[in-house]
């Protein structure tokens, strides 16, 4: 499986494969009816205090994907759903609104799937 991270405004390609929107709050600007997603994954995004503590400081890089891994490890409904959504398809692109390009949740939920959900039959 393949995990791309893209920005929600950028143009659906079909190379996207299955594309998760894994925000919690939706991207202003946008219509729900236009976007084109296959599932909306707002249970794994970050809860609103830990989005708001980060707040995309560089600095809160690593205590941020600690206290979010932590979060995803007790949020098991969550992550079952998620995993249902992974198998679907060998390309996977999590989509996220943020201006932020390397340090925001996209890239650490695929850095989290990748090291913590590989080992496990999807």
Do not use: C
Not at 45 to 62: I, V
Not at 77 to 93: P, Y
Request: hydrophobic share 35%.
């Amino acid at each position: 499986m393949q995990i791309h991270i893209k920005r929600i405004y950028e143009k659906t390609e079909k190379s996207d494969g299955v594309r998760i929107l894994v925000d919690r709050l939706w991207p202003r600007g946008l219509s729900k009816e236009k976007v084109e997603i296959h599932f909306w994954a707002k249970n794994v995004a970050p809860s609103n205090e830990l989005r708001k503590w980060y707040n995309h400081d560089p600095a809160k890089w690593e205590e941020f994907k600690d206290r979010y891994y932590t979060e995803l490890n007790s949020n098991s409904d969550a992550l079952e759903e998620l995993k249902r959504h992974l198998h679907k398809e060998s390309v996977i692109t999590f989509l996220f609104s943020s201006k932020e390009w390397k340090l925001n949740n996209a890239a650490a939920l695929k850095e989290y799937v990748e090291k913590y959900l590989a080992n496990i039959s999807i």
